[in-house]
């Protein structure tokens, strides 16, 4: 390995490797939960816009039918959570 990355005059050690492998999986899982979330736009329909890893489950604080008539009156009788 040390030779294929030679032309980068770099020292490969192990909090390198650590940060670097950190950094791939962090993008990674943030990729992979947000990935999911096109599918309404796919569709056409409207919604909130989601938030990485949570997705909307902040929207129902303040209780189920609530937020479902907040919906509608945001985005019409047909959208999408």
Do not use: D
């Amino acid at each position: 390995m040390m030779e294929a990355l030679g032309f980068l005059k770099l020292e490969v050690n192990g909090p390198m490797v650590t940060v670097a492998l950190s950094v791939a999986l962090l993008a990674l899982l943030k990729w992979y939960s947000t990935s999911a979330f096109s599918r309404l736009e796919k569709l056409g329909l409207r919604h909130p816009k989601p938030f990485p890893f949570i997705g909307n489950l902040t929207f129902f604080r303040q209780g189920f039918w609530e937020s479902q008539m907040e919906l509608r009156k945001l985005y019409g009788p047909l959208c999408g959570l």
